[in-house]
């Protein structure tokens, strides 16, 4: 006589799947959305770098660029030429509604927000965001995923900054409130993740959360608030 499962056998078998099923699936969809926001991240970071480096070719060293340009005028003249742009999207057709958050649920206010920021789509649906204008640097933003959520700084929303004397371009915190000297060499983690306004950390901005993955050898670690 050949044996096999009863019913109630392979409904408790079913059962015990179920539960591991529902204990270990969430965990693993956020270790993928993790690794996946590292690789577009790391994708973007380098097809900017590499943007800024063919600029250079023409229109010298980025250390003499005019930064006090505005947005739009800065976008055409050093990086619209030199990047995959998919479109541009006008600000006055961004989607209202669309609002950035910072890692400790308040609501962006800087570039992100501003009208005289220029946005584009990337080729990879990356929205790039090239800020204000400044005469000592400029603001480059990225929401990796275009206006779909979570649209949270730290988590699928990164910011860098191009600024003169320093050698291309650089994770938000370089030479800010002592959060980093010389940035894969002397940033200093504890600071980053501090309590500093702009800290990676749940109660505060996020905004040194990209200089926190770079320096983690581009990984999102155990303690990263996400």
Not at 32 to 41: E, N
Not at 149 to 158: A, E, Q, R, S, Y
Request: charged content about 20%; hydrophobic content about 35%.
């Amino acid at each position: 006589m050949k044996k096999a499962f009863t019913l109630a056998e392979v409904l408790i078998t079913l059962g015990i799947i179920g539960v591991v099923a529902a204990l270990t699936l969430p965990s693993l969809i956020v270790k993928f959305k993790k690794q996946q926001t590292v690789v577009q991240l790391k994708k973007v970071y380098s097809e900017l770098s590499q943007a800024i480096k063919l600029s250079e070719i023409d229109n010298g060293t980025h250390d003499n660029w005019n930064y006090s340009l505005n947005s739009t005028n800065f976008f055409n003249t050093y990086l619209k030429n030199y990047l995959k742009s998919a479109r541009d999207i006008p600000i006055a057709e961004r989607d209202k509604d669309i609002v950035y958050k910072r890692l400790n649920g308040s609501n962006v206010t800087g570039d992100l927000a501003l009208t005289s920021t220029r946005i584009t789509y990337l080729a990879s649906g990356t929205l790039l965001y090239i800020g204000r204008n400044t005469t000592t640097y400029r603001i480059i933003s990225v929401d990796l995923n275009g206006f779909k959520g979570p649209n949270t700084i730290g988590k699928d929303v990164f910011e860098f900054k191009l600024q003169p004397n320093v050698e291309g371009l650089t994770p938000a915190g370089y030479g800010e409130e002592g959060a980093v000297r010389s940035f894969g060499y002397e940033y200093n983690r504890d600071i980053l993740t501090g309590n500093t306004t702009y800290a990676c950390r749940k109660n505060r901005y996020g905004t040194w959360c990209t200089a926190l993955i770079m320096l983690d050898g581009w990984e999102i670690k155990d303690d990263y608030p996400w």
